[in-house]
């Protein structure tokens, strides 16, 4: 598949809409956190060169999250009497956890440079920065959700731990642009 920035907005859709595995809520989380770092930067009224990284890195992150479901599609195929099924899901799980995990700290962090805008940056751009807020946390609470999916049969993971702290922080970040200017 080519990379996600290259396609059409009307293609990404029909990619995401269509019966395959990929691009799925990974990819479709980190276009979300990408989305919303953009706006990050159009609300900050001059380069913003942090929020320009963490939307060049939630880029690379969609395009990432592309292929890192296949090895637990590969390992599910395995037959069920396989010995060697149970940790090879098991570890397939466990790397497939890395993007989601990744695409969730940018997220928390986008959201909070959105928070900020919102309450601080220039009231003609507050909803701009908001609805940046808005998007981040969402992605966050998606990519967050996969990690938990993903490691649910790992429960001392500290990725887990991670993952449900990045989510808490976007969403305590959402409420603080919600708050602005109120």
């Known amino acids: 598949m080519s990379p996600l920035a290259d396609s059409t907005l009307a293609a ?15 990819s479709t989380a980190a276009v979300a956190c990408a989305l919303a770092a953009a706006l990050v930067e159009m609300s900050a009224g001059a380069p913003h060169e942090r929020a320009a990284a963490l939307r ?16 637990v599609l590969a390992a599910q195929r ?19 956890s890395q993007v989601p995990l990744a695409i969730a700290e ?10 900020e805008l919102a309450r601080g940056g220039r009231r003609s751009l507050e ?23 993903n490691l649910a049969r790992q429960p001392g993971d500290a990725r887990l731990a991670a ?20």
């Open 12 to 26: 990404l859709l029909a990619d995401v809409a269509a019966a395959t595995p990929a691009p799925g809520g990974g």
């Open 78 to 96: 395995l037959p069920a009497d396989d010995p060697a099924r149970p940790e090879r899901l098991r570890g397939a799980l466990s790397e497939a």
């Open 106 to 115: 940018v997220g928390c962090e986008v959201a909070e440079l959105a928070a």
């Open 127 to 149: 909803g701009d920065a908001t609805a940046g807020a808005l998007l981040a946390e969402a992605a966050t609470g998606a990519a967050a959700r996969l990690v938990e999916l």
């Open 163 to 182: 993952a449900r702290e990045h989510a808490a922080r976007a969403a305590a970040a959402r409420e603080r642009a919600l708050g602005a200017g109120l």
């Open 56 to 71: 060049a890195r939630a880029v690379e992150l969609a395009d990432a999250d592309l292929d890192s479901y296949a090895p």
